[in-house]
């Protein structure tokens, strides 16, 4: 039995696309809201089976990994979050790059020797690596026009992702994998009419009108936080928003608190892009957070908490140095 585990983002969704379209298997799809990330804990498997696993943290996900290798299955495991200790096991092939300007795309693009490059630019700019993506479509020689298509469908792809739960998504992930799974190259999807991109679009632009109307209830040269209330288009416009925000201003820390129905928050921190370190250090010392250096949060905030969140971004990056 092949079984792909997949994060519900761009990065996740692109990342087994382009395995998938090299090497087309028969397999489980399991998938999730973008945090839904302890996706191995759904995993049951026996001696033989196969698993592919893709953008979810080894860290989250060790128990989940090890009960799979004891019981006999051959683990790929592309990532490029907090990792911990990575298991020496036979069963395992590990390709882990926490390098704050990677993604699981792009190290899939890598594994894969470039075959499918324009999905992984695409995959670069909707994880929001914008700077790295811009150099990739440069290199290939993609026109300025072509590489804002990537970047727009890279970013709708990323917010189906985003939601306390799937029914706040437009897609499932794993529908939203198969449908792209019928394109080679992520511009046959602009192209046709039919296709996820303009029905994702549509959405978008009115989700972020919504979040645009939002003024921040937190502002200095370091910090900006906005609060989002308890609707479905906050929760699916989050993600993307954190990011549209830390693109306007470079040198300063970003972070959206989205109203969860008991009363608690989910919260989305965005790193400076001039210095992206330190998302997932601050995230983690919440019960429910963590993340990479350039993007992390925490599932569930308490309402009391949030005076002693601003003031661990404040003093963290007042006093990070810029690598």
């Given amino acids: 039995m092949n079984y792909d585990i997949f994060n519900g983002d761009a990065d ?39 698993v592919t696993v893709l953008d979810i943290s080894m860290e989250k996900n060790i128990n989940g990994l ?50 499918f490059h324009l999905w992984a630019i695409t995959a670069a700019y909707g994880d929001n690596l914008v700077a790295k993506a811009n150099e990739l479509a440069l290199a290939v020689g993609l026109t300025t026009e072509q590489a804002e298509q990537l970047k727009e469908l890279g970013t709708l792809i990323n917010y189906n992702g985003y939601g306390s739960k799937v029914t706040d998504l437009h897609y499932h992930p794993a529908d939203l994998f198969k449908s792209l799974s019928a394109y080679a190259s992520p511009f046959e999807v602009i192209a046709d009419k039919n296709s996820p991109f303009y029905g994702l679009r549509e959405a978008y632009e009115e989700d972020m009108e919504n979040a645009l109307a939002v003024e921040a209830i937190h502002k200095s040269e370091i910090f900006s936080l906005y609060e989002l209330p308890n609707e479905a288009w906050a929760r699916r416009i989050s993600g993307v928003y954190g990011n549209l ?42 019960d429910s957070g963590g ?33």
């Fill in 66 to 115: 090890n009960r799979a290798l004891e019981a006999g299955a051959s683990v790929f495991y592309a990532d490029h979050h907090r990792s911990g200790d990575i298991p020496s096991h036979e069963g395992l092939t590990s390709r882990i790059n926490l390098d704050a300007n990677t993604c699981t795309a792009l190290i899939i693009d890598e594994f894969l020797q470039g075959q």
């Fill in 291 to 323: 993340g990479r250096a350039a993007a992390a949060g925490i599932n569930a905030l308490c309402k009391q908490d949030i005076q002693k969140l601003i003031s661990i971004v404040e003093n963290s990056y007042t006093h990070r140095v810029i690598a």
């Fill in 12 to 50: 996740g969704i692109i990342a087994l696309l382009q395995l998938r379209l090299a090497n087309p298997v028969d397999s489980k799809l399991i998938t999730g809201v973008k945090r839904d990330i302890q996706l191995l804990d759904k995993l049951s498997v026996k001696q033989g089976d196969q």
């Fill in 245 to 286: 925000l830390a693109n306007q201003n470079l040198d300063s820390a970003h972070g959206v608190l989205t109203e969860n129905s008991d009363g608690s928050y989910t919260f989305s921190l965005r790193a400076p892009l001039r210095n992206k370190q330190g998302a997932g250090d601050i995230c983690s010392q919440f």
